[in-house]
């Protein structure tokens, strides 16, 4: 239950439909059975009066009237109110949810499965919504019309009164705490086999191509068949225990209103005109408040649920993210050393090996640096490192003098574009996709002329120009496509710094040398650090660094490097 407290705090952002709600709620439901009690005395006494005889039928016809009314009004403006204040709740917590993922990324999020996460976002904080609808509403205003009715009918007989008042109460407070204990027995089960479920289904659709080609798809098939009769089985015994829920409340009803009737029959009503009658009056009020009770022992069975939903939510927002931006710094001061990495070394959370190991570099303003080195040697940890994706476990990067986390997160986005291994393309236009590269608006003349640069002219050919549709993650752009359209990105960024991993990979030799070219003009009056496995034209760079098993093995230009016999450059020279 104290996992709830955290969303029960978020009710402070729309206290006020909040209470209307339950007001409108308590009037809807006292309309409601007043309805009924007063309709039912009214045949009763009319009943009594007979044919004939003078009964003024005026006053109780209208008032059955305007109950029936109020009730309408009330319950309409109830939905109205109480989704409104809900949704109004949900928003505020999913844009909370989103501002807490934002900054785990990428080092904490990587734990987390795509679907997983967004199964939390969506699902989790979906359930979340009967904490106020489902629960706490019904549950203050059953007490508020209890209370109601007792004081009613206490004017006409105070035991009977009591009785009911009392019965309700009780039942009010027993069945929620029993069906509540039932409920959290399989709730957490019940919202974690709904949460696997829907994180296998979205892989296995993602996953079609290799599944069917490895020919693995029966086996994932018969997984997610199991998680989903395992899933039914829990719905069934939630769908079974709100019917024993109903079944018990209707039984104490029919008990209720028989006790009610036998006692009402023997307390002494008085002799005046048609006093018989509020022996009916007992017996419909006992009858109608259970229109209180009915919706809340099958509620309470769900808290189960949506207490594990708070817990998954909790779980993500309450991850403290690997690096903080806390830097006041906004901008870069004029030095000639821009960048400098001091004995840095980095292991990546959670492994044991090292990724970086004692590296030392500096890197002047506007120079011109390659990394090269074997796969899995650690030059995209470079990288990494420098945009802050991850800290340094030992060692100090300075920027422009600077330790690097002195600078604002957003400083630092603005000074650095970094284009990475594997460029991500939205399920977008090609015009959105373009546009993230600058914050401020890209003109299509200025995008066509990117794209003919980089190659892509092909994609203009299309009908829809550059709101061609690229398709789900970009999908249907070869990988070729979805790499130029990367470095479309980096050619339209204004960013001093480049950062660019292994950007003409896949590329055949001559457009690799045309993207070259086209870098290297964008660069001209930029810093450039780029990771590359290919030797095409490096000579053009101002410093080489080899990296080589965590370690930076050589640094120097290109004529240093390859007049040193024996080195590292010097033989990856000889072996391309
Ligand atoms: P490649 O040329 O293949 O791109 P690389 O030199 O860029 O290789 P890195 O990506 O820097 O290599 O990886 C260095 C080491 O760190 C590898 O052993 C890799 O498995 C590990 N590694 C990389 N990213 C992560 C991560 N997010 N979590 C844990 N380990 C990682
Ligand atoms: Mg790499």
Same mark, same amino acid.
């Not at 006020?16 to 059975?33: D, E, H, K, Y």
């Not at 508020?144 to 039942?171: D, E, R, Y």
């Not at 990979?505 to 450039?528: F, P, V």
């Given at each position: 239950?104290?996992?709830?407290?955290?969303?029960?705090?978020?009710?402070?952002?729309?206290?006020?439909?909040?209470?209307?709600?339950?007001?409108?709620?308590?009037?809807?439901?006292?309309?409601s059975i007043g309805l009924l009690t007063l309709s039912g005395w009214f045949l009763a006494a009319t009943a009594i009066a007979g044919a004939g005889t003078l009964f003024n039928f005026f006053y109780p016809s209208s008032a059955v009237r305007g109950l029936a009314i109020g009730r309408t009004v009330a319950r309409y403006f109830e939905k109205i109110v109480t989704h409104d204040a809900t949704f109004r709740i949900l928003s505020k917590l999913r844009v909370q949810v989103f501002g807490k993922i934002i900054p785990l990324s990428p080092a904490v999020l990587n734990r987390y499965r795509n679907s997983d996460l967004?199964?939390?976002?969506?699902?989790?904080?979906?359930?979340?919504?009967?904490?106020?609808?489902?629960?706490?509403?019904?549950?203050?205003?059953?007490?508020?019309?209890?209370?109601?009715?007792?004081?009613?009918?206490?004017?006409?007989?105070?035991?009977? &009164?009591?009785?009911?008042?009392?019965?309700?109460?009780?039942?009010?407070? !027993?069945?929620?705490?029993?069906?509540?204990?039932?409920?959290?027995?399989?709730?957490?089960?019940?919202?974690?086999?709904?949460?696997?479920?829907?994180?296998?289904?979205?892989?296995?659709?993602?996953?079609?191509?290799?599944?069917?080609?490895?020919?693995?798809?029966?086996?994932? #098939?018969?997984?997610? +068949?199991?998680?989903?009769?395992?899933?039914?089985?829990?719905?069934? *015994?939630?769908?079974?225990?709100?019917?024993?829920?109903?079944?018990?409340?209707?039984?104490?009803?029919?008990?209720?209103?028989? !006790?009610?009737?036998?006692?009402?029959?023997?307390?002494?009503?008085?002799?005046?005109?048609?006093?018989?009658?509020?022996?009916?009056?007992?017996?419909?009020?006992?009858?109608?408040?259970? %229109?209180?009770?009915?919706?809340?022992?099958?509620?309470?069975?769900?808290?189960?649920?949506?207490?594990?939903?708070?817990?998954? !939510?909790? %779980?993500?927002?309450?991850?403290?993210?690997?690096?903080?931006?806390?830097?006041?710094?906004?901008? =870069?001061?004029?030095?000639?050393?821009?960048?400098?990495?001091?004995?840095?070394?980095?292991?990546?959370?959670?492994?044991?090996?090292?990724?970086?190991?004692?590296?030392?570099?500096?890197?002047?303003?506007?120079?011109?640096? &390659?990394?090269?080195?074997?796969?899995?040697?650690?030059?995209?940890?470079?990288?990494?490192?420098?945009?802050?994706?991850?800290?340094?476990?030992?060692?100090?990067?300075?920027? +422009?003098?600077?330790?690097?986390?002195?600078?604002?997160?957003?400083?630092? *986005?603005?000074?650095?574009?970094?284009?990475?291994?594997?460029?991500?393309?939205?399920?977008?236009?090609?015009?959105?996709?373009?546009?993230?590269?600058?914050?401020? #608006?890209?003109?299509?003349?200025?995008?066509?002329? !990117?794209?003919?640069?980089?190659?892509?002219?092909?994609?203009?050919?299309? #009908?829809?120009? =550059?709101?061609?549709?690229?398709?789900?993650?970009?999908?249907?752009?070869?990988?070729?496509?979805?790499?130029?359209?990367?470095?479309?990105?980096?050619?339209?960024?204004?960013?001093?710094?480049?950062?660019?991993?292994?950007?003409?990979?896949?590329?055949?030799?001559?457009?690799?040398?045309?993207?070259?070219? =086209?870098?290297?003009?964008?660069?001209?009056?930029?810093?450039?650090?780029?990771?590359?496995?290919?030797?095409? &034209?490096?000579?053009?760079?101002?410093?080489?660094?080899?990296?080589?098993?965590?370690?930076?093995?050589?640094?120097?230009?290109?004529?240093?490097?390859?007049? #040193?016999?024996?080195?590292?450059?010097?033989?990856?020279?000889? *072996?391309?």
């Amino acid at each position: 239950m104290r996992s709830l407290i955290p969303f029960l705090t978020l009710f402070k952002y729309a206290k006020f439909p909040l209470i209307l709600g339950v007001i409108l709620m308590i009037l809807g439901l006292a309309a409601s059975i007043g309805l009924l009690t007063l309709s039912g005395w009214f045949l009763a006494a009319t009943a009594i009066a007979g044919a004939g005889t003078l009964f003024n039928f005026f006053y109780p016809s209208s008032a059955v009237r305007g109950l029936a009314i109020g009730r309408t009004v009330a319950r309409y403006f109830e939905k109205i109110v109480t989704h409104d204040a809900t949704f109004r709740i949900l928003s505020k917590l999913r844009v909370q949810v989103f501002g807490k993922i934002i900054p785990l990324s990428p080092a904490v999020l990587n734990r987390y499965r795509n679907s997983d996460l967004l199964n939390r976002l969506v699902a989790d904080v979906d359930t979340l919504d009967s904490l106020y609808l489902r629960l706490i509403a019904p549950f203050v205003s059953a007490i508020f019309v209890i209370v109601l009715i007792t004081v009613g009918l206490s004017f006409i007989n105070l035991p009977v &009164a009591l009785f009911i008042g009392i019965t309700l109460l009780v039942l009010l407070l !027993v069945i929620p705490t029993v069906f509540y204990k039932l409920g959290t027995k399989f709730g957490k089960k019940l919202t974690l086999s709904r949460a696997t479920y829907r994180s296998q289904f979205v892989e296995f659709i993602q996953a079609q191509a290799e599944l069917l080609l490895f020919n693995a798809e029966d086996k994932i #098939k018969q997984n997610l +068949a199991n998680t989903e009769s395992e899933w039914q089985a829990y719905q069934q *015994r939630e769908t079974n225990l709100a019917g024993l829920s109903s079944a018990i409340l209707l039984f104490a009803n029919g008990l209720i209103l028989a !006790v009610t009737l036998w006692a009402a029959a023997h307390i002494d009503l008085g002799t005046g005109e048609y006093k018989a009658a509020l022996l009916a009056l007992f017996a419909f009020s006992a009858l109608a408040a259970f %229109e209180i009770l009915m919706p809340i022992g099958a509620a309470f069975l769900h808290i189960g649920q949506v207490i594990a939903s708070a817990d998954r !939510v909790t %779980e993500i927002i309450s991850q403290p993210p690997l690096v903080k931006f806390s830097g006041k710094q906004t901008a =870069l001061s004029a030095t000639a050393d821009l960048i400098r990495l001091k004995d840095v070394s980095f292991s990546y959370p959670e492994r044991t090996s090292c990724a970086l190991n004692g590296l030392s570099l500096t890197i002047r303003k506007g120079q011109k640096v &390659a990394v090269l080195g074997k796969t899995g040697s650690g030059k995209s940890t470079l990288l990494q490192l420098l945009v802050r994706n991850y800290n340094p476990s030992q060692g100090e990067i300075l920027l +422009a003098e600077q330790p690097i986390h002195a600078y604002s997160e957003q400083c630092l *986005r603005e000074n650095i574009c970094f284009l990475t291994q594997r460029v991500h393309t939205f399920s977008d236009t090609l015009r959105n996709n373009l546009q993230i590269a600058n914050k401020t #608006k890209i003109d299509d003349l200025k995008m066509r002329e !990117v794209l003919v640069q980089v190659g892509l002219a092909k994609l203009l050919e299309q #009908k829809s120009g =550059l709101d061609l549709w690229l398709g789900e993650g970009g999908r249907p752009l070869s990988g070729g496509e979805q790499r130029r359209l990367g470095l479309a990105r980096i050619l339209l960024n204004e960013s001093p710094i480049l950062l660019l991993d292994e950007p003409t990979e896949g590329l055949d030799r001559e457009t690799e040398r045309r993207i070259l070219r =086209l870098l290297m003009q964008h660069s001209a009056n930029k810093t450039l650090i780029m990771v590359t496995h290919r030797l095409t &034209a490096i000579e053009q760079f101002d410093q080489i660094c080899v990296i080589d098993d965590t370690n930076l093995v050589e640094k120097g230009s290109y004529q240093e490097l390859n007049s #040193k016999n024996n080195g590292f450059f010097k033989k990856l020279v000889e *072996r391309i």
